[in-house]
Nanobody, 122 residues
């Protein structure tokens, strides 16, 4: 059964770091581009970062470039999102996604996790 499970969300102080993890099962992990999106309350889902299957290509949304870093460990079937210097505008539900190619659009990705909440206190 295909499943993407995010973990690592929670409450963090503004300026602090947080690392999210996503461990897909039921798919050949290294064959998939992995992405992170986020959705604040009342807003559309926004691209955060993407990484190709062999980590050759990474891409970031404009609002997180230089602060967030995506990586993956194919041996552990896990993708990470290291979030640094968290800002008051970063709180959202963060989603992990898997797809056939890298891209910033929601339809590019075929499979999605349930999301994990990130909250930033000022």
């Amino acid at each position: 059964q295909l499943q993407l499970v995010e973990s690592g969300g929670g409450l963090v102080q503004a300026g602090g770091p947080l690392r999210l993890s996503c461990a897909p099962s039921g798919l050949t992990f290294s064959s998939y581009t992995m992405g992170w999106f986020r959705q604040p309350p009342g807003k559309e889902r926004e691209f955060v970062a993407g990484i190709s299957g062999r980590s050759v290509i990474t891409d970031y949304g404009d609002s997180v470039t230089g602060r967030f870093f995506i990586s993956r460990d194919n041996a552990k079937n896990t993708v990470y999102l290291q979030m640094n210097s968290l800002k008051p505008e970063d709180p959202a539900v963060y989603y992990c996604a898997a797809g056939g190619k890298i891209g910033p659009k929601v339809p590019v990705y075929d499979y999605w996790g349930q999301g994990t909440q990130v909250t930033v206190s000022s």
